[in-house]
C-alpha cells in the first residue's frame, strides 16, 4: 500500500531544508525523505523479530509461542541482533580511533607528511596518566610511546583496556565485579560476532552481558582513543565563532564538501584551501578561492578546530549537493549515502571517496595515505577547482546561523575556573543550588522517518526552559546550531532562570557543542569530573543527567547509548525501537526491552528506554533529574528562587524610575 507523501513542514523544520526539497520535486529526483515515504519500514524487522543470522531463515517471529527453526526464541533473537548492532556501532568508532593513533605513531616518526603535534600539554598529561615516562623527552618520543600504547589497546586479549582507569573509581570496581571491563576492543567485537552465529549464546540475559563488554570497548576505548588523539594532533578545541546550514555556500567560490568522519583528511584539506598555490589556482580558475563546509561529524571536527561552517548534518548531505554550487564531496567514512553519486550526476558535483575502506560506485575514488597527505589534499582540491567551469544553475539558501562551538571537557574545567585554578566545582555548585536542575546531553543523527531536525529543537528548547544546562554533539549539535540556540545571549531569552545567571556569569550559551559523536567519550569525562568534584554523589549514576537521542538512526547510536548505561546514565532514545516486538501479536515479546531498561538499571544505574512521543522524553529527563536531586538530599527544583541577579536584574532595574531605581539597588528610599 502506498504510503502518504509528507508535506515539506513534516519533512524537514529547518526552512533551507525545506527549500531544497521543493528544488529535488522541481527536477523530479528522490532525496532520502522522498524515500522514506516510498519504502515502508518492515514492522516484523523493525520491532527486532527477525532473524536472519543463517540460511535456514529468514525466520519471522510473528505468532505466539513461535521459534526459529533452530528453536530460537524471540528474547533470544532480539538480544542478538542488539548486540550486532552494538557492535559494528562499536567497531565504526574504533576503527576510526585505530586509524587516529597509526596516524600519531607516524607523525612521532616524521612519516606523516604536513602533520605536527599541536597540543603538546594534552600528550604529557595523558602520557603521564598511563605511567609513560614524560621528563626530559621530546615530544614526538612520548607521542610514540603513546601511540604503541593505544595501538595495542586493539589487539590486546586479557586484562583490561587502558582509559577505563579514567572512569570514577566506584565505577571501575562496578564493571570489575560484573565482568564487563573489555579485555582488548577488538576482542569484545568479535566476540559479539562469534557469539550471535547461529547455535552460539542463547540467553537473552547473557547475550546482553556482552553487549554492554563490548559498548564499554567503544566508549571507554576506540572513542576516547579517538578524541584524544585528534585532539593531540589537531589541537584541543576552544571557543570560536562558527557558522552553519546551506547558507554557508558561496555562490563566488569553489565549494567543497567534506563528509564523514575523520579529522586526519579533512585537517589537511583545511590546510591545503589556505595553501597561496592553491588560492591562485582557483582564482586562475575564475573563482574568488576554495570555500569549505562540513557535513555529519566531519563538520563537527574542523568547525570545533578551525571554524570551518557546517553546511549541515546528516539529512543535509543530498540537500547540499541540490544547490548545484558544490564542485566536490570528499567523503571519508560512515554515514555516506550511496544515493549522493546518483544525485550528483544531475549536476556537476564530484563525489570523491578517499578511504582504503570505502568506495562507491561510479564514485573518483582518490585514496588518502597519512605519509602524503597535504600532496593528496591539493590533489583534491585542484579537481575540485577544474569543476568549477562546469557549474550549472545555482540556488544556494540564504539561511545560516553562527555559533560558539568548542567545547571541550577542558575548556569547560578552564572557564569555570580560571587558568590557576580550573574546577568543575562552580557547575557543581550550580547544581546543588537549584539554579541548573541538572544536565542533558542531546546527542545522535537526523533520521527521515521523522521531522528532521524537530525533535532535536523540541527536546533541547524545553529542557533549557526548565534550567537544564545543555551539551551537545554529531548531528544533533548541528540542529541546534542551525536554530539559533548556540550563541552567548542568542538563545538565552529561551532558557529558565536560574541557567540563565549562570549563562550571563560564565559567558557561555545555554547549549554547549562538545564535538562530533567520537566526542561523546568527552561527555563521560566531564561526568567523571562532576563526581571527582564532590557534592554529587560517588558515582556517574548519582548526578542529575540523562542522555538524549531523539532521532537516531545509525548502529554508532546504540553502541553510544548502552555504554552510557553501563556508566551510570539514563539514556532515552527517539523513534522506533528495534526491540520493541509486536505485543499486539507476541505478547511475550517485551523482554529484552524490560531488561535493557529494568534489568540494567538495577546492575549499572542506567537505563536505556525508546520512547517516541518528544512530551513524554521531557517528561521523564525531568522526573529523572529530580528523582537524583532527590537521592542526594538536593533542594527541590524551584525557578522562583533565581532569575533576579546578573543580566536579568540590570534590564529590570532600568525600567524603573531613577528614585525607585536607587530604593531597589540601595534598599532605602532616597530622595
Ligand atoms: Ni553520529 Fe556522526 Fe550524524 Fe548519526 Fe552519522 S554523522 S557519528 S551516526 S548521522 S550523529
Not at 542488539?82 to 580511533?97: T, W
Not at 558515582?539 to 540523562?546: E, F, G, M, R, S
Not at 533542594?635 to 543580566?647: I, K, N, Q, V
Request: charged share 25%.
Amino acid at each position: 500500500m502506498a504510503r502518504k507523501k509528507r508535506s515539506l513542514e513534516e519533512f524537514s523544520a529547518d526552512p533551507a531544508a525545506q527549500e531544497m526539497l521543493v528544488r529535488a520535486e522541481e527536477m523530479g529526483v528522490s532525496t532520502a525523505f522522498h524515500r522514506a515515504d516510498a519504502l515502508a519500514p518492515c514492522n516484523i524487522g523493525a520491532a527486532g523479530m527477525c532473524c536472519s543470522n543463517c540460511g535456514m531463515g529468514p525466520c519471522r517471529l510473528t505468532k505466539d509461542g513461535l521459534t526459529g527453526v533452530c528453536g530460537a526464541t524471540i528474547d533470544t533473537i532480539q538480544a542478538r541482533n542488539l548486540v550486532r548492532a552494538i557492535a559494528v556501532g562499536s567497531a565504526a568508532h574504533s576503527d576510526h580511533g585505530r586509524d587516529m593513533a597509526f596516524t600519531l605513531k607516524a607523525v612521532a616518526n616524521g612519516e606523516a607528511e604536513g602533520y605536527v603535534i599541536r597540543d603538546v600539554p594534552k600528550l604529557r598529561t595523558l602520557a603521564a596518566r598511563y605511567g609513560i615516562p614524560i621528563e626530559g623527552r621530546s615530544p614526538e618520543e612520548i607521542a610514540n610511546d603513546l601511540a604503541d600504547l593505544y595501538i595495542a589497546q586493539f589487539g590486546q586479549q586479557d586484562g583490561q583496556v587502558v582509559p577505563i582507569i579514567r572512569a570514577p573509581e566506584k565505577r571501575q570496581k562496578l564493571w570489575k565485579k560484573l565482568g564487563v571491563i573489555p579485555r582488548g576492543i577488538d576482542r569484545e567485537v568479535v566476540e559479539a560476532l562469534h557469539r550471535t552465529h547461529i547455535g552460539d549464546d542463547q540467553d537473552a540475559e547473557h547475550l546482553l552481558h556482552h553487549a554492554i563488554r563490548t559498548a564499554l570497548s567503544d566508549g571507554w576505548g576506540g572513542s576516547m582513543i579517538a578524541t584524544d588523539v585528534s585532539d593531540i594532533l589537531f589541537g584541543t578545541p576552544a571557543p570560536l565563532l562558527g557558522r552553519a546550514n546551506l547558507g554557508v555556500l558561496r555562490e563566488d567560490m569553489v565549494n567543497v564538501i567534506v563528509h564523514g568522519h575523520e579529522p586526519t583528511l579533512s585537517e589537511m584539506i583545511v590546510a591545503a584551501s589556505q595553501d597561496p598555490e592553491i588560492i591562485e589556482y582557483a582564482r586562475a580558475a575564475g573563482a574568488k578561492g576554495v570555500n569549505l563546509a562540513g557535513i555529519c561529524c566531519t563538520a563537527n571536527e574542523i568547525l570545533m578546530r578551525q571554524g570551518v561552517p557546517a553546511a549541515g548534518n546528516f539529512l543535509h548531505q543530498e540537500l547540499v549537493i541540490l544547490t548545484g554550487a558544490v564542485e566536490a564531496m570528499v567523503v571519508d567514512v560512515q554515514c555516506i549515502m550511496q544515493a549522493l553519486v546518483g544525485l550528483a550526476q544531475n549536476f556537476h558535483t564530484l563525489i570523491i571517496t578517499t578511504s582504503p575502506k570505502v568506495k562507491i560506485k561510479d564514485a573518483v575514488h582518490i585514496e588518502f595515505d597519512e605519509h602524503q597527505a597535504l600532496t593528496i589534499a591539493k590533489e583534491i582540491l585542484r579537481r575540485a577547482i577544474d569543476n568549477f567551469k562546469n557549474r550549472g544553475e545555482v540556488h544556494i539558501p540564504a539561511a545560516q546561523s553562527e555559533l560558539i562551538p568548542g567545547f571541550s571537557h577542558e575548556y569547560i574545567n578552564y572557564m569555570l575556573g580560571g587558568s590557576y585554578r580550573a574546577s568543575f566545582r562552580p557547575l557543581n555548585d550550580a547544581i546543588m543550588a537549584g539554579r541548573i536542575r541538572g544536565v542533558a546531553a542531546i546527542v545522535g543523527c537526523n533520521n527521515p522517518r521523522s521531522t528532521q531536525d524537530y525533535l532535536h529543537s523540541y527536546v533541547t528548547q524545553e529542557l533549557l526552559k526548565q534550567d537544564v544546562l545543555i551539551v551537545e554533539t554529531g548531528c544533533g549539535a548541528i540542529a541546534t546550531a542551525k536554530l539559533g540556540l548556540m550563541l552567548g545571549e542568542a538563545g538565552l531569552d529561551q532558557v529558565g532562570p536560574g541557567l540563565r545567571e549562570i549563562c550571563e556569569t560564565v559567558g557561555i550559551p545555554p547549549v554547549l557543542h562538545m564535538g562530533s559523536c567520537v566526542d561523546n567519550s568527552r561527555i563521560l569525562t566531564v561526568l567523571t569530573q562532576m563526581v571527582e568534584e564532590g557534592g554529587l554523589g560517588d558515582d556517574i549514576d548519582q548526578i542529575p543527567a540523562v542522555g538524549l537521542a531523539p532521532e537516531w538512526m545509525s548502529e554508532k547510536a546504540l553502541s553510544i547509548g548502552a555504554y552510557c548505561v553501563a556508566s551510570g546514565v539514563y539514556v532515552i532514545f527517539g523513534g522506533s525501537s528495534p526491540v520493541s516486538g509486536m505485543p499486539d501479536r507476541v505478547s511475550d515479546s517485551d523482554l529484552v526491552s524490560r531488561y535493557i531498561s529494568e534489568g540494567w538499571e538495577k546492575l549499572y544505574g542506567g537505563k536505556l528506554e525508546f520512547i517516541p512521543d518528544p512530551e513524554e522524553m521531557v517528561r521523564k529527563t525531568l522526573e529523572h533529574i529530580d528523582k537524583k536531586r532527590a537521592a542526594l538530599g538536593l533542594p527541590e527544583y524551584d525557578p522562583s528562587r533565581f532569575g533576579r541577579s546578573g543580566d536579568a536584574r540590570i534590564l529590570e532595574l532600568e525600567k524603573l524610575p531613577l528614585p525607585e531605581r536607587r530604593e531597589a539597588l540601595y534598599g532605602v528610599p532616597v530622595r
